[in-house]
């Protein structure tokens, strides 16, 4: 559950990806070595494909283990539930619980090609009940929010009612996905607040710093990109590291006014790159 300072204060996070399975586990390893030193409050780890629920081959519970035990600080291990069976989900959980874990990031997932669906949780809401009732009040079960609706929910309005059953099911606290325009997410808060849900939101915020980054997170998220950031990228897309500095300066201008309102709290998604993580940390550290 959240402690009482958690619920004070605005939160600052990151999101780290392990290295694929073909590629050397310490390449994260010196991520890390940088990041923990930011003193972020806790570290999520994503979920490949192909990874053992029993953590045999499965580097997200590897990392987010390193995380709590090597680097103390708070590991997040995500929990895709659509290629999980309910035992696959059990033997993570007793091997997160094993090696102290006890945050987990609650997702459907996406299909990943040449996988076949299980079909025993069809939502994330699902899996979301599945551990509140097995584990009870042992893990803190964080979900995702999207600011601008869902890709596959009809409005936003459908999405934040399904939302609330989710909350509901037993989230304690919630992550957005990434998003460029601000206005996008008080318009969420508001609705979400309205229909009931009152558990904390997070803030997603990614540093675009290449024109194929962008490209991709918008095609799959669906995140509406700022004409003034389009100014920006059409500017500097030839001059990486002009737009790298473009983009970490965009994005603090995102997070100084998400901060000024009253946001519960900041994740990055720092792409594994410390270099941005550091110069955005420095610039809000005093505002947190």
């Known amino acids: 559950m959240p402690t009482n300072e958690e619920r004070q204060r605005a939160i600052f996070s990151f999101e780290i990806f392990p290295p694929k399975r073909d590629m050397p586990i310490d390449t994260v390893y010196r991520t890390l070595d940088e990041l923990t030193d930011l003193a972020p409050d806790f570290i999520s780890v994503t979920c490949g494909a192909g990874g053992s629920a029993d953590g045999s081959n499965n580097r997200t519970i590897e990392v987010a283990s ?3 035990n090597k680097y103390h600080r708070e590991g ?3 929990l895709p539930c659509i290629h999980f069976s309910r035992a696959d989900v059990i033997a993570m959980l007793d091997k997160l619980e094993e090696n102290g874990v ?14 076949t669906p299980k079909e025993d949780f069809h939502h994330a809401s699902d899996l979301v009940a599945f551990i509140r009732a097995l584990t009870k009040d042992r893990f803190q079960i964080f979900a995702a929010c ?5 890709t596959e929910a009809p409005d936003l309005d459908t999405d934040i009612r399904n ?9 304690d606290r919630l992550i957005s996905q990434l998003f460029f325009d601000n206005e996008f997410f008080y318009e969420f808060l508001d609705k979400a607040r309205a229909a009931g ?37 059409a500017k500097y897309e030839s001059q990486p590291e002009a737009l790298r500095d473009a983009g970490i300066a965009f994005a603090t201008e995102q997070i100084v006014d998400l901060l000024a309102h009253g946001v519960d709290g900041i994740h990055l998604y720092t792409m594994n790159n410390p270099y941005i993580a550091r110069k955005i940390s420095e610039t809000v550290r005093t505002l947190l």
């Open 102 to 115: 006890r945050k987990i990031l609650a997702l459907r997932g996406d299909r990943v090609e040449g996988l």
């Open 66 to 68: 390193a995380i709590q």
């Open 163 to 171: 939302l609330r059953k989710k909350v509901d099911a037993g989230v």
């Open 76 to 78: 997040i291990a995500h």
């Open 197 to 233: 849900i009152t558990v904390p939101i997070e803030a997603g915020i990614m540093p675009i710093t290449n024109k194929k980054q962008i490209e991709r997170m918008v095609t799959l998220c669906g995140a509406t990109l700022p004409r003034k950031f389009q100014r920006v990228l």
């Open 146 to 150: 999207y600011p601008e609706g869902h």
